[in-house]
């Protein structure tokens, strides 16, 4: 597996475990929905040919974080049990693979989950999303090192990761594919890279047009900005101690919705913070000190070698001036040319981190013997595929700017344009696609003539069929 440029940390690789989220993907229905008996998870929908559970995993193996605790729904569980025993690249990684009993349309909150499985996380940890895509030239290791001088210099609590909102792209569909995930304004200070406050959406709805913060905020830290560009990557680095808090706040259920941005808000809420300082101190002051020769190992060691263009500014020594921990939520905002990162979070994100991978492929047919009859010799395929090398490509066919999965059949004089197609699909001899997401298994009949559609995993589209825009979902249960 390759191991990007970065910190490495060495002996102090143990102090920390991840916790990772893989929900149902309600936002990437139709393709999340069930193929019959078999599930289609969120966690493993390709990416370039790649789940993107694996992107995920591979960024923790090279930040030498060595144990997981991976939730996921028990519908998901045979399948993703599957995948990480019998498809993972490394045995580095140690799985505990944890289901809960959720449905599709009524999933568990995020802070419900840590409430759950808070006995099996027996040290900080980073919580992230199974569908986040970290960008190339960012190492976790730099993130936890953040985090580790946090604690040290003034007891601070977490940190969270930000990333540049991206723009549509020219040919995107934002109509046909649903809206993205909107951004959200935050406010942040600088100087110590806080995170001050997040909008949600009761205080959107409560006042749209302004802004509402507390002169507490502002008198502690009076260099504060709003940013409105960014997106929340759902990567969060945390004190195990934030579990003693959530158990207090039982009414929260999102951790990005409610409990983070009431988080931010406590740090200068003197009297609140107070409160959960009696039942946290101790345990902080302890972290604190144990952290403080590993923070000091890690920076001299690892840490003056990697030069990357990433906000990360000392935070100031004991900020809350009483010698207590401050309970502050540390922020790190990562910059475009560290490169694409993204949330596959919805259809839209899907099809743009797929296009996105495409601007830097480079297609070759296979060289080896018994590959060279899966790409017809008179078949046009341009350089701008992604294209497994166990697909079968027909006399003519003619495919441009697509992403083809594993074991597909493409038939005689089929194009294929713009289009994302998963596992053994079967498109038809004179079959039209553009701008199209096919499910694993669909079929698509001889000439027919599908635009910007999108079909779940099992559809199967009569010869001479058009269509245009349709979202294709079904239940097998008519069946």
């Given at each position: 597996m390759e191991v990007l440029n970065g910190p490495e940390v060495g002996s102090i690789q143990n102090d920390f475990m991840a916790v990772i989220i893989a929900g149902f993907g309600k936002d990437l229905l139709p393709l999340t929905t069930n193929y019959g008996d078999e599930a289609c998870p969120k966690a493993l929908l390709s990416v370039a040919n790649r789940p993107i559970l694996d992107y995920v995993l591979s960024w923790l193996e090279q930040s030498k974080i060595?144990?997981?605790?991976?939730?996921?729904?028990?519908?998901?569980?045979?399948?993703?049990?599957h995948h990480i025993n019998s498809e993972m690249t490394s045995s580095s990684l140690r799985v505990d693979l944890q289901t809960v009993e959720e449905s599709r349309d009524a999933g568990a909150g995020t802070c419900a989950l840590l409430r759950q499985f808070s006995s099996r996380i027996t040290k900080d940890f980073v919580l992230l999303p199974c569908d986040f895509l970290p960008p190339s030239n960012f190492s976790l290791g730099t993130l936890l090192n953040r985090f580790r001088i946090d604690v040290l210099s003034d007891g601070a609590i977490g940190t969270a990761c930000w990333f540049p909102s991206h723009k549509p792209d020219k040919v995107s569909y934002i109509d046909d594919w649903g809206v993205n995930t909107p951004n959200c304004s935050i406010a942040w200070d600088g100087i110590s890279g806080t995170?001050?406050?997040?909008?949600?959406?009761?205080?959107?709805?409560?006042?749209?047009?302004?802004?509402?913060?507390?002169?507490s905020m502002i008198s502690r830290y009076p260099q504060s900005k709003l940013l409105a560009?960014?997106?929340?990557?759902?990567?969060?680095?945390?004190?195990?101690?934030?579990?003693?808090?959530?158990?207090?706040?039982?009414?929260?259920?999102?951790?990005?919705?409610?409990?983070?941005?009431?988080?931010?808000?406590?740090?200068?809420?003197?009297?609140?913070?107070?409160?959960?300082?009696?039942?946290?101190?101790?345990?902080?002051?302890?972290?604190?000190?144990?952290?403080?020769?590993?923070?000091?190992?890690?920076?001299?060691?690892?840490?003056?070698?990697?030069?990357?263009?990433?906000?990360?500014?000392?935070?100031?020594?004991?900020?809350?001036?009483?010698?207590?921990?401050?309970?502050?939520?540390?922020?790190?905002?990562?910059?475009?040319?560290?490169?694409?990162?993204?949330?596959?979070?919805?259809?839209?994100?899907?099809?743009?981190?797929?296009?996105?991978?495409?601007?830097?492929?480079?297609?070759?047919?296979?060289?080896?013997?018994?590959?060279?009859?899966?790409?017809?010799?008179?078949?046009?395929?341009?350089l701008d595929n992604i294209i497994d090398g166990s697909t079968q490509v027909s006399e003519r066919a003619n495919i441009k700017k697509s992403v083809i999965g594993r074991h597909c059949l493409i038939g005689r004089q089929a194009r294929i344009v713009n289009s994302v197609l998963l596992d053994h699909c079967i498109i038809?001899?004179?079959?039209?696609?553009?701008?199209?997401?096919?499910?694993?298994?669909?079929?698509?009949?001889?000439?027919?003539?599908?635009?910007?559609?999108?079909?779940?995993?099992?559809?199967?589209?009569?010869?001479?069929?058009?269509?245009?825009?349709e979202r294709i979902e079904f239940s097998y249960e008519s069946y």
């Open positions: 060595k144990d997981i605790l991976l939730i996921c729904p028990a519908l998901h569980r045979v399948a993703i049990h995170l001050l406050y997040i909008d949600t959406p009761d205080e959107f709805d409560l006042n749209a047009e302004d802004f509402r913060f507390r002169t560009n960014y997106e929340d990557s759902h990567v969060y680095v945390c004190c195990r101690s934030v579990l003693t808090i959530l158990h207090e706040k039982k009414h929260h259920v999102s951790l990005r919705e409610e409990f983070l941005p009431w988080l931010c808000k406590l740090q200068y809420r003197v009297s609140k913070k107070q409160r959960y300082l009696q039942s946290l101190q101790s345990t902080l002051l302890q972290r604190t000190a144990s952290q403080h020769s590993t923070v000091r190992r890690s920076i001299h060691q690892r840490g003056s070698d990697q030069k990357v263009p990433v906000t990360v500014l000392p935070s100031a020594t004991m900020l809350s001036g009483t010698g207590q921990p401050s309970l502050r939520v540390g922020l790190v905002l990562l910059d475009n040319s560290l490169g694409f990162t993204a949330r596959v979070n919805s259809i839209y994100a899907f099809l743009e981190t797929n296009r996105r991978f495409l601007s830097d492929a480079n297609f070759s047919p296979p060289y080896e013997s018994k590959d060279l009859y899966l790409i017809d010799a008179k078949a046009q395929v341009s038809g001899e004179g079959a039209n696609l553009d701008g199209c997401i096919l499910g694993r298994g669909t079929r698509i009949g001889n000439k027919a003539e599908l635009v910007r559609c999108i079909l779940q995993a099992g559809s199967d589209i009569a010869s001479g069929d058009s269509m245009k825009g």
